[in-house]
């Protein structure tokens, strides 16, 4: 496998350059479990396990591989399994809060060129789910692209198509369907180039997998039945893995996510998936507008126009609380954080004058 197959570039490179003596090699991390990982490597497939110094080191789960990492890994001699010294600084990460009571980051994928976010045309089919989904997709720093899938599960799927592209300004719309189509890599052949790397992102049972095993053009992934009584709450996909595709795209199949929660996006990825809002907002009277009773409001003309639609503003404003939220949280976190180094420090300090004084 060579590297650049892989997706490594000028950038990696030049971050991988303090390992470049010492035995090292650049891996990819395609597959995640709980202690160990599998690489991707010039020199072949490895699986990786973390020294311990990198995982005492690290901070948070955060400063650990995920899926879609380059990291620093050495080979043990005649031996399958390499350990991984580094992970690379990241050009894109998918994050969402991860589930449970604590505000603590998780990475669905890293270094991502583009998110593919798969929605059904069947009757869970959400406009405010994709506008959360978008959301944390332009905060990634990759690029979105909502894919309409079970297409053949509609009477009418060009009205579903125009609806989504129009809470999704700026955001290719494609329609397919993975099962029924001759070739539903087609439509997407614009971001299924030789060394990109895809990820596919969306609810439970939307056919990701029967899509990337159409990508793959064999059946590398379970896909399952989603109809019957014990539809809800199952998930057909269990890991997140990166495959190498014929038509050399890297495609990074995830499991389904019940609830995406917003982690650590700011207000531009709000403008981004709301560019209609942010433009109209922008037209307010008074630059510090709520929307709410000032006079001038352009949001308020545009809702009692019906220029804006009452659900998107509603979405928007959901969003807005949950950002807000999120924030908050993280703040007091790393307030936290800081004030327990401020105590290192000054325990030290503390320490340092004592012995001052016995001297
Ligand atoms: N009618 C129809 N069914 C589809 C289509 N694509 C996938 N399916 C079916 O939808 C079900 C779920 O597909 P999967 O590919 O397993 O869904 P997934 O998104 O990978 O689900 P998780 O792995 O649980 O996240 C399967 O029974 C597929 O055959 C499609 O275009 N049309
Ligand atoms: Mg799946
Ligand atoms: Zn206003």
């Known amino acids: 496998m060579d590297l650049s197959a892989l997706g490594w570039d000028e950038t990696f490179?030049?971050?991988?350059?303090?390992?470049?003596?010492?035995?090292?090699?650049?891996?990819r991390v395609a597959l995640e479990h709980r202690h160990a990982c599998t690489l991707y490597t010039p020199l072949g497939e490895f699986s990786a396990t973390c020294t311990g110094r990198l995982l005492h080191g690290a901070d948070a789960r955060t400063d650990l591989p995920a899926v879609g990492d380059w990291v620093a890994a050495r080979p043990r001699p005649g031996?399958?399994?390499?350990?991984?010294?580094a992970v690379l600084p990241r050009r894109t990460k998918f994050s969402r809060r991860a589930a449970g009571p604590q505000a603590v980051e998780q990475i669905v994928a890293a270094n991502i060129d583009t998110v593919f976010l798969v929605t059904a045309l069947d009757e869970h089919f959400s406009l405010r789910r994709l506008e959360r989904y978008l959301t944390v997709a332009w905060e990634s720093g990759a690029q979105p692209v909502?894919?309409?899938?079970?297409?053949?599960?509609?009477?009418?799927?060009?009205?579903?198509?125009?609806?989504?592209?129009?809470?999704a300004p700026g955001t290719p719309v494609v329609t397919l369907s993975a099962t029924c189509d001759d070739d539903p890599a087609a439509p997407l052949a614009p971001w299924?180039?030789?060394?990109?790397?895809?990820?596919?992102?969306?609810?439970?049972?939307?056919?990701?997998?029967?899509?990337?095993?159409?990508?793959?053009?064999?059946?590398?992934?379970?896909?399952?039945?989603?109809?019957g009584s014990h539809g809800k709450g199952r998930h057909t996909t269990t890991h997140r893995e990166l495959f190498l595709a014929p038509s050399g795209v890297l495609v990074i199949d995830t499991p389904g996510m019940r609830e995406l929660q917003l982690w650590d996006v700011d207000a531009p990825a709000?403008?981004?998936?709301?560019?209609?809002?942010?433009?109209?907002?922008?037209g307010c009277r008074f630059g510090d507008c709520?929307?709410?009773?000032?006079?001038?409001?352009?949001?308020?003309?545009?809702?009692?126009?019906?220029?804006l639609d009452e659900g998107r503003w509603q979405g928007w404003r959901k969003l807005q609380r949950e950002q807000a939220?999120?924030?908050?949280?993280?703040?007091?976190?790393?307030?936290?954080?800081?004030?327990?180094a401020w105590k290192k420090i000054t325990k030290g300090h503390r320490a340092r004058l004592r012995l001052e004084g016995d001297a």
């Open 290 to 307: 709520t929307h709410d009773q000032e006079p001038g409001c352009a949001i308020q003309a545009a809702l009692a126009d019906g220029t």
């Open 192 to 227: 299924l180039r030789p060394g990109r790397t895809v990820a596919l992102l969306g609810s439970s049972g939307v056919g990701k997998s029967t899509l990337i095993n159409r990508l793959l053009g064999e059946e590398r992934q379970a896909t399952g039945a989603t109809s």
């Open 146 to 167: 909502v894919v309409l899938n079970k297409a053949d599960l509609r009477d009418d799927p060009a009205a579903a198509h125009a609806a989504a592209a129009a809470v």
């Open 79 to 85: 031996e399958a399994h390499a350990d991984i010294h």
């Open 325 to 340: 939220y999120a924030a908050r949280k993280i703040d007091s976190r790393l307030a936290r954080a800081n004030r327990a």
């Open 13 to 27: 490179a030049q971050h991988f350059q303090s390992f470049s003596t010492g035995g090292f090699v650049p891996g």
């Open 270 to 282: 709000l403008d981004e998936t709301f560019a209609d809002i942010a433009a109209l907002a922008s």
